[in-house]
T-cell receptor, first 113, second 113 residues
Framework: ELKVEQNPLFLSMQEGKNYTIYCNYS?????LYWYRQDPGKSLESLFV?????AVKQEGRLMASLDTKARLSTLHITAAVHDLSATYFC?????????????FGAGTILRVKS | NAGVTQTPKFRVLKTGQSMTLLCAQD?????MYWYRQDPGMGLRLIHY???????AKGEVPDGYNVSRLKKQNFLLGLESAAPSQTSVYFC????????????FGPGTRLTVT
């Protein structure tokens, strides 16, 4: 059974600082997704990572995937208040039919000015 | 394109009442999913569908039923609501063309008293 673990679950950062969110998963997978959720809102897709060594960047966020280590990271550079949100990783369950995703519990990010 | 829409946005039920949540997508996606989101638990898959006329159970299917009579619609039913079904429900859809990235609806906040 695929398990997805994110850490930290809560992150309070100062503006301008860098930090990394980690997403570990327990069984082999070929695809990983990162989503952002603002309070009371739906999930918005940030990145789709499709292969080992994949790296995607958008603004101050950079995501990477290491399928051998079963690890993805979401790196935040020079955080700004607008990045405050909950971030989820979701891993494709390769063992199951239906292109299902298993979500991590989410990382609540608060950027303080 | 409206993307993924959900009806209703909010609902309050009494224990034992029934209701149906409607999800509609106009992107011609093959796959559709129903999730529930509870604090600190990420998203958990209730039921999913890989095409018109087909449905399957997810991680937490008990107390819910689904139907997909048309490709664009995915209905989630609660036959006899219980307080444990108080949650935010999200529908999502995906397709092979976008690497099975899931697109989410705005959510339905359901309270069962």
């Amino acid at each position: 059974e695929l398990k997805v673990e994110q850490n930290p679950l809560f992150l309070s950062m100062q503006e301008g600082k860098n930090y990394t969110i980690y997403c570990n998963y327990s069984t082999t997978s070929d695809r990983l997704y990162w989503y952002r959720q603002d309070p009371g809102k739906s999930l918005e897709s940030l990145f789709v990572l499709l292969s080992n060594g994949a790296v995607k960047q958008e603004g101050r966020l950079m995501a990477s995937l290491d399928t051998k280590a079963r690890l993805s990271t979401l790196h935040i550079t020079a955080a700004v208040h607008d990045l405050s949100a909950t971030y989820f990783c979701a891993v494709h369950d390769s063992q199951e039919y239906g292109n299902k995703l298993v979500f991590g519990a989410g990382t609540i990010l608060r950027v303080k000015s | 394109n409206a993307g993924v829409t959900q009806t209703p946005k909010f609902r309050v039920l009494k224990t034992g009442q029934s209701m149906t949540l409607l999800c509609a997508q106009d992107m011609n996606h093959e796959y559709m999913y129903w999730y529930r989101q509870d604090p600190g638990m990420g998203l958990r898959l209730i039921h999913y569908s890989v095409g018109e006329g087909t449905t399957a159970k997810g991680e937490v299917p008990d107390g819910y039923n689904v139907s997909r009579l048309k490709k664009q619609n995915f209905l989630l039913g609660l036959e006899s609501a219980a307080p444990s079904q108080t949650s935010v429900y999200f529908c999502a859809s995906s397709t092979v063309i976008s690497f099975y990235e899931q697109y989410f609806g705005p959510g339905t906040r359901l309270t069962v008293t």
